[in-house]
């Protein structure tokens, strides 16, 4: 399961920068500071998914706040491309799903205990 969760975390991280960095590139129909909030999050978000991989203590918290930033930004830019509320309900729903399999992933299956998280 922590496979799956740092993985998806890292394809949601690669995903918003590659649709930044796209946008950018086909003429920003966002705010210059959204674009690079997007960039800056997605790679924290990629980053944290190693540390997640890994059970750093604090990895699947710091992945929390990588995605909540996301989702901050997402809620921007609804309200700019006129996306709607189904876009960001999903992604919140991807955001709980890579946190709950994270944390679960995390357990300490011996002993039933969070490994430094």
Same mark, same amino acid.
């Given at each position: 399961?922590?496979?799956?969760?740092?993985?998806?975390? *890292?394809?949601?991280?690669?995903?918003?920068?590659?649709?930044?960095?796209?946008?950018?590139?086909?003429?920003?129909? !966002? +705010?210059?500071?959204? +674009?690079?909030?997007?960039?800056? *999050?997605?790679?924290?978000?990629?980053?944290?998914?190693? *540390?997640?991989?890994?059970? !750093?203590?604090?990895?699947?918290? *710091?992945?929390?706040?990588?995605?909540?930033? !996301?989702?901050? !930004?997402?809620?921007?830019?609804?309200?700019?491309?006129?996306?709607?509320?189904?876009?960001?309900?999903?992604?919140?729903?991807?955001?709980?799903?890579?946190?709950?399999?994270?944390?679960?992933?995390?357990?300490?299956?011996?002993?039933?205990?969070?490994?430094?998280?």
């Amino acid at each position: 399961m922590l496979t799956a969760a740092a993985l998806g975390m *890292f394809t949601y991280g690669v995903y918003s920068v590659v649709w930044a960095v796209a946008d950018l590139a086909r003429g920003a129909r !966002l +705010e210059l500071w959204a +674009e690079l909030g997007l960039i800056a *999050f997605g790679a924290l978000l990629m980053l944290a998914a190693a *540390f997640v991989r890994v059970r !750093l203590p604090g990895g699947v918290m *710091f992945a929390i706040g990588a995605m909540l930033g !996301l989702q901050a !930004l997402a809620v921007h830019d609804a309200s700019h491309l006129g996306t709607g509320v189904t876009p960001l309900v999903a992604r919140a729903v991807v955001a709980i799903a890579l946190a709950g399999l994270a944390s679960v992933g995390s357990m300490d299956r011996g002993r039933g205990q969070m490994q430094g998280n």
